[in-house]
Structures are given as structure tokens and as C-alpha cells.
Antibody
Framework: MQLVESGGGMVQPGRSLRLSCATSGFTFDDYAFHWVRQAPGKGLEWVSS????????GYADSVKGRFTISRDNRKNSLYLQMNSLRAEDTALYYC????????????????WGQGTSVTVSS | QSVLTQPPSVSGAPGQRVTISCTGG?????????VHWYQQFPGTAPKLLIY???SRPSGVPDRFSVSKSGASASLAITGLQTEDEADYYC????????????FGGGTKLAVL
């Protein structure tokens, strides 16, 4: 099972980025997915989640209204559109597989990508 | 401020036993939601360590175990080894928060 993130980079405050996560080695649409970020030297922060068919989506308050999670089950891919970026969004962003198709219970984040780095700075 | 509270650091000598606590509240651990644990080495992605109360992914030694009581959970590591030095995170589900996934702030384990 493999998750490979891409799309990170350095951007100015207020600009946008779109992160992608290509997956392989399992049946993509059997599982929910999350984006989790980690600011330099800090702990893990949950960002967003999406269930198997995109019916249930959630966002952390810190990104609500600015970030949009989506998935394409035909392409086995997960996305995170990040708009109006702020300095505090600077972090390593991980694409993470949930151990269930649903996001309505405490399941494990069982497969992690290596992360893609986002730096927001003028 | 993390929803789940972990000690910032713990330490122990090789061969000893250490525990890492994870304290939540009535809407997460106290409500009965499972707690999962992750291990992260510097410069690498977190890795699932223990899930669904006490299951270990393939390759995780049984020196790692968990317990839970009320709104708190604990990770215990027995026979401490130098390669256990890492950051450890707990994670659960909170019924009152958007998206529901909550993490502890992480605990740095030093093996002296």
C-alpha cells in the first residue's frame, strides 16, 4: 500500500495550492481518507477528512472555508485545494488512509504518505 | 491546545518500563471511543503502533501495550530499547468536533 503526496511548495500569503495524493496497492474507494499536517517542530494536527463516496466531509476550524478536500475514485486519488493561505498553514501535509470507509467512528489512520511540504511566506 | 493531553516528554533507561498517558474527556475517550497510538521518528512519517484497543500491526513487538480507564488511555513500553526513542501520539474520535479526529500533543521518549 502506498500513498504519494505532491503539489507542495512555497507560496505567498493569500495564494493557493492544490495538493494531490496518488494511491496504490489497495481498493481506494473502500476507504475514507484524511489530511493531517505537522508544522515544523510541532505535533500532528488533523486538517480534513472525506468518506468513501464524498458524502461526509469535515474540516478543522482553522481551515474551514479556505480548504476543500475531494477525491476521484476513478483515479485512486485524494486532493486538498488550499486557498487564502496563511503563514500558520506552513507545515508538512500528510495524506492518510483510514481503516474504514466511514468517518463516523474512531478508526485507525493505518497508512501514511511521506508528506508534502507547504511553506507560506512573503 | 490539543484535545487529548499527553506529557511532553518521558524518559527511561534501557530495559525499563515507561508509560505515556493520554487524557481526554467525556466526548472522546470518556465516551468509549477507541484510542490509537502512533510512533514517529525524526524526519519520517508517523506509523501506526497500536489500534482498536490493543491490536498491533505486523512487526510491532509485544513490548508495546495499552490500557484505558475512564477518559484516559496509556501506552506502556516494557524492556525499553534505544530504538524506541521517538515521538508518540495518541488519537481518538470526538463526537462534538467537526471531522471528529483528535490527536494528543505528542510525547518525546528519551532512552537514556
Amino acid at each position: 500500500m502506498q500513498l504519494v503526496e505532491s503539489g507542495g511548495g512555497m507560496v505567498q500569503p493569500g495564494r493557493s495550492l492544490r495538493l494531490s495524493c496518488a494511491t496504490s496497492g489497495f481498493t481506494f474507494d473502500d476507504y475514507a481518507f484524511h489530511w493531517v499536517r505537522q508544522a515544523p517542530g510541532k505535533g500532528l494536527e488533523w486538517v480534513s477528512s472525506i468518506n468513501w463516496n464524498s458524502d461526509t466531509i469535515g474540516y478543522a476550524d482553522s481551515v474551514k472555508g479556505r480548504f476543500t478536500i475531494s477525491r476521484d475514485n476513478r483515479k485512486n486519488s485524494l486532493y486538498l485545494q488550499m486557498n487564502s493561505l496563511r503563514a500558520e498553514d506552513t507545515a508538512l501535509y500528510y495524506c492518510v488512509k483510514y481503516s474504514s470507509s466511514s468517518v463516523d467512528y474512531s478508526y485507525a489512520l493505518d497508512v501514511w504518505g511521506q508528506g508534502t511540504s507547504v511553506t507560506v511566506s512573503s | 491546545q490539543s484535545v487529548l493531553t499527553q506529557p511532553p516528554s518521558v524518559s527511561g533507561a534501557p530495559g525499563q518500563r515507561v508509560t505515556i498517558s493520554c487524557t481526554g474527556g467525556a466526548s472522546n475517550i470518556g465516551a468509549g471511543y477507541d484510542v490509537h497510538w502512533y510512533q514517529q521518528f525524526p524526519g519520517t512519517a508517523p506509523k501506526l503502533l497500536i489500534y482498536d484497543r490493543s491490536s498491533r500491526p505486523s512487526g510491532v513487538p509485544d513490548r508495546f501495550s495499552v490500557s484505558k480507564s475512564g477518559a484516559s488511555a496509556s501506552l506502556a513500553i516494557t524492556g525499553l530499547q534505544t530504538e524506541d526513542e521517538a515521538d508518540y501520539y495518541c488519537q481518538s474520535y470526538d463526537s462534538t468536533l467537526s471531522g471528529h479526529v483528535v490527536f494528543g500533543g505528542g510525547t518525546k521518549l528519551a532512552v537514556l
